[in-house]
């Protein structure tokens, strides 16, 4: 239905059924429709003035459905079939099967999935030729009048300019739920009011450039409520808030929204609200809006070496302006280039730049060396030790050594961080393989194309790629075809422009001007095959088509040799800068994310900590622990890599955030609901290695716990002793047991973050031991209970102290997470080993389980047949990361009564299975699969499925 700007729609209903041969005929109430006939309802709506928009007339529209259920509930879709335009329609459904119930709901799609509901939509795909998505229901009396109530209100935003590379828009509600899953009475329909207390929010997905200096609406639809505190963000290709665009209060004239209200915003001009500048980001990675250049005779760039800067505009060539005065379309022309011009053909990128003393390119004795922002000085030597001994720090990097291309230089290293005075730095090999690695598809997307200017009076055509991010919602493209690229285009993402080759070695012309060009990354090596990691080649056939890829060997390659244009596009340089910020990539293969009804229990595996995932079947999620220790040689191999240039690497933190934004998906949520740190260990709530970043405000290092608070906020934080203890003021047994440093970093984390955000902090509770994790968003039959702490247990009436041997393992917090008649027990690392029978207590008022998270990692006596005589799990699950676990004999305890998997199997014990993330996935009737999901790479694509299995 389009132009729905309504109050209130009046429609009569009557009620047919036909065969294929024969003519409608009308249907009494109560009389069976068998399966296979077509039913029809005749919705008649009269002309209706709009009081919001006066001119507005009512109309049925093609493509328009609403949805009706049968009396046993099965929802069918009916869709226009006659009335287009006018305000009688005729809908039909061709495989009805039943009696005709007494709720129909426009639009179809909103419809839930028993009657008496409708589902307030938490994302949207943008249509320009949507209009306003108004929310319907009606009452069905068997084929007398019935009428059509409008359940909410409508909200039209109207936005001028928005950026090109914007994705998303997302209208959020800090106080009440503006999407999700409404229930009202089927006989009489009333307007829906908005749960208050329960933040939620909307996202409507964009095409790039949408809105790109013209005005644009989008209407949401909201229940009835008090929206004073709505306000709006925008999100890029990477899904992340675009900077200025946090927290954009959307101008109402008034806060309440009531049925049949259609509310008409102010203007507002998106691009004054955006803050970023002098970037292109594009998949995480922020590159300098042009490449790099510099001039004989000097130039005035800002905080860059004398004679140094940025181009400013992305399709601009390395080497200066050209002198021809032909059209520059990709033929086979000459250039000269000015007296004042360095030669970035012969010379520039990383040759004599970033070269060994009286060398050849830099060699160092391990296979790779990654440059990105460091300079060295001369004497290097040949091993790691020498050339990490040879590293300038400080303000000597930044010496000026004069035109920093003489064969001896006095430095050498990263040329644009150099350039820069720190401020950028060259992209890693991982940064270039991101964005296309050869014929391979990553995430971003390609396109061929040329930008069109002038010199002279002639239009000149600037051949290159343009590469965009892609999001979780769409497929990556590549197209070699190449296109003209407007403005809104070059906005939209990072251009790379050809650069030409040389003519016969000579320092000042080139040829093939849009030929080819080589952009220089910062990792160089040797190995058997040449120097690798070095250069990512841009190459053009004849057509301008593209050939563009990650090269090891590339003067072997057909698209370029030595010859080509050496171009460095830098990007922005932090110290504290992640190597990669990867996203999740999801093939056919893939587990889909969570679904309303079910619960799901991950393990993600990092190999460098413990974190435990679950999401309740409400939506309520819970992170259990955050770990992220560092490199020693007890470990296994790091997932999903070990290698710093690899683009999987990334920062432990950074695996688990992906995957539980991929699996949140669902829950239209951006944030944690609860998370349980169980005890105060680094592999349980992160290390504070000083080479990870600070904060924003410096005053703690961002590991496990509050660094996944960087990436998805945690609304409630839970651990054993909660806020106002210090290091000193609980028994924290010994330093080589609790860490001080690791203990003081995590609750000034806390503490920063109740008093900047409003986080809620608590101690566990004895009291609420049923409620503390409470389902947030609906009736469910699950919870979460606390079962053990600080070495007490519950013993089915009250929580009794046992002994204790003042370790904090013991100490763990102990969980029981039960759906149904499913019930899984987290151990933390209270286990066996702890002594004083702590486990024994505590499992004994557990009693029999379906699924166990091992205690301590499966590690020695971790776990012993006492324990599994009193649990009898189905399945164990156990996160293990140590070349030593899990344990022979703890796993035979367990695999006497069902089926062991380990995130890891460092031990080589014999398991059901391992070497992977876990997810327990259950269902409302207890029934529940194990899947083992791919870690080496982002798509958590499905190895290995087990079940079903059943309850107890």
Not at 615 to 633: F, H, L, Q, R
């Amino acid at each position: 239905m389009k132009k729905l700007f309504v109050p209130a729609i009046m429609a009569t209903f009557a009620l047919f059924f036909s065969s294929c041969e024969k003519g409608l005929v009308e249907v009494e109430p109560g009389i069976n429709i068998t399966k296979g006939r077509v039913v029809e309802i005749s919705a008649s709506m009269p002309e209706t003035k709009v009081s919001v928009a006066s001119n507005g007339k009512v109309t049925w529209a093609d493509g328009d459905k609403i949805a009706a259920f049968n009396t046993s509930g099965t929802k069918f879709e009916f869709e226009l079939v006659d009335g287009a335009g006018t305000s009688s329609g005729l809908f039909r459904c061709d495989s009805f099967v039943g009696d005709l119930g007494q709720t129909a709901v426009y639009p179809a799609s909103y419809a839930g999935s028993t009657p008496g509901e409708v589902e307030y939509p938490s994302v949207k795909d943008y249509d320009a030729a949507e209009q306003v998505p108004v929310v319907m229901a009606a009452h069905l009396d068997g084929g007398a009048s019935s009428s059509f109530v409008q359940l909410g209100g409508v909200i039209e935003l109207n936005m001028y300019d928005i950026p090109a590379y914007v994705r998303a828009l997302v209208v959020k509600s800090s106080s009440n739920t503006i999407s999700g899953t409404y229930t009202y009475n089927v006989s009489t329909p009333e307007p829906i009011a908005a749960r208050t207390g329960s933040p939620s929010s909307l996202e409507i997905r964009l095409p790039l450039k949408v809105g790109y200096q013209v005005n644009t609406k989008f209407y949401v639809p909201l229940p009835t409520g008090n929206f004073d505190d709505l306000i709006i963000q925008f999100l890029d290709g990477d899904e992340d808030v675009i900077e200025g665009t946090e927290s954009i209060k959307i101008p109402t004239t008034y806060g309440n929204v009531h049925a049949r209200d259609y509310i008409s915003m102010a203007q507002l001009n998106i691009r004054s609200k955006v803050t970023r500048e002098g970037y292109i980001k594009v998949e995480g990675i922020k590159w300098a809006t042009g490449n790099l250049r510099v001039y004989k005779n000097g130039t005035d760039g800002v905080g860059f070496q004398t004679g140094w800067n940025i181009w400013d505009k992305q399709w601009k060539t390395e080497y200066g302006e050209w002198k021809s005065t032909e059209a520059i379309d990709g033929t086979d022309y000459n250039y000269s280039m000015d007296s004042n011009v360095y030669d970035h053909f012969n010379w520039g990128g990383l040759s004599r730049a970033a070269r060994v003393h009286n060398a050849g390119f830099i060699q160092a004795a391990p296979d790779k060396l990654d440059i990105a922002g460091k300079i060295y000085s001369v004497d290097t030597g040949a091993t790691a030790e020498a050339w990490a001994a040879a590293e300038v720090t400080g303000d000597d990097r930044f010496v000026d050594v004069g035109t920093f291309q003489s064969t001896n230089p006095t430095i050498h290293g990263d040329l644009a961080f150099w350039a820069s005075k720190g401020q950028m730095r060259l992209p890693r090999s991982g940064e270039l393989k991101v964005l296309r690695a050869g014929n391979d598809v990553t995430n971003a997307n390609l396109q061929a194309g040329y930008y069109v200017t002038e010199r002279d009076g002639k239009a000149q055509h600037i051949y290159g790629v343009l590469i965009t991010s892609s999001t979780s919602w769409e497929t990556s493209t590549s197209n070699a075809t190449a296109i003209e690229l407007t403005d809104a285009d070059m906005e939209a993402g990072l251009f790379l422009p050809k650069a030409g080759r040389r003519v016969n070695n000579s320092a000042t012309s080139m040829k093939y001007f849009n030929g080819q060009g080589a952009y220089w990354s910062s990792t160089f090596g040797s190995n058997t095959e040449g120097f690798t990691d070095c250069v990512t080649v841009l190459g053009f056939n004849g057509s301008n088509g593209i050939v563009y890829g990650y090269t090891t060997v590339w003067n072997k390659m057909n698209i370029g040799d030595t010859q080509c244009g050496n171009l460095i596009r830098p990007v922005l340089y932090n110290p504290s800068d992640e190597v990669n910020t990867p996203k999740a990539a999801p093939t056919a293969n893939s587990l889909r994310p969570w679904r309303k009804g079910e619960m799901d229990i991950h393990l993600i595996n990092s190999a460098r900590g413990e974190c435990n995932f679950v999401i309740m079947p409400d939506g309520t999620s819970i992170i259990i622990d955050a770990g992220e220790i560092g490199e020693n040689e007890e470990l296994v191999s790091r997932k999903p890599s070990d290698d710093s240039s690899d683009p999987l690497f990334a920062r432990v933190y950074k695996v688990y955030t992906t995957y539980m934004k991929y699996f949140l998906q669902n829950t239209r949520h951006n944030y944690i609901d609860y998370a349980l740190a169980t005890h105060y260990h680094t592999d349980h709530i992160g290390a504070p290695k000083t080479n990870y970043k600070m904060s924003a405000d410096g005053s703690y290092i961002v590991s496990g716990l509050s660094a996944i608070y960087e990436d998805i906020p945690i609304k409630t934080l839970v651990d054993r002793m909660g806020p106002g203890v210090g290091f000193n003021d609980f028994a924290h047994y010994s330093e080589d047991d609790i860490h001080e440093d690791t203990y003081n970093n995590y609750i000034t984390f806390a503490q920063k973050m109740v008093a900047r955000d409003g986080m809620v902090w608590q101690a566990i509770s004895e009291a609420n031991r049923n409620s503390q994790f409470a389902p947030k968003y609906g009736t469910t039959n699950a919870s979460f209970k606390v079962i053990g702490h600080d070495y007490k247990y519950w013993n089915g009436s009250s929580f009794t102290t046992g002994s204790t041997d003042n370790r904090e393992n013991g100490s763990s917090i102990t969980m029981l997470l039960s759906y149904g008649k499913f019930n899984c027990y987290f151990g933390a690392d209270c286990g066996a080993q702890c002594g004083y029978d702590i486990m024994k207590n505590i499992c004994s008022g557990v009693g029999k389980v379906e699924v166990l998270k091992a205690p301590h990692h499966m590690a020695e006596n971790a776990f012993s047949n006492t324990q599994a005589v009193i649990l009898q799990p189905k399945v164990t699950v156990v996160s293990s990361f140590s070349v030593t676990t899990p344990n022979e004999a703890c796993v035979a305890a367990a695999d006497a009564f069902g089926d062991v998997f380990a995130t890891n199997n460092g031990a080589g014990v014999s398991l059901k299975d391992a070497g992977g993330h876990f997810c327990v996935r259950v269902q409302g009737d207890g029934t529940f699969m194990v899947y083992k999901l791919k870690d080496t790479d982002y798509s958590y694509e499905v190895l290995a499925s087990y079940g079903p299995y059943t309850c107890y």
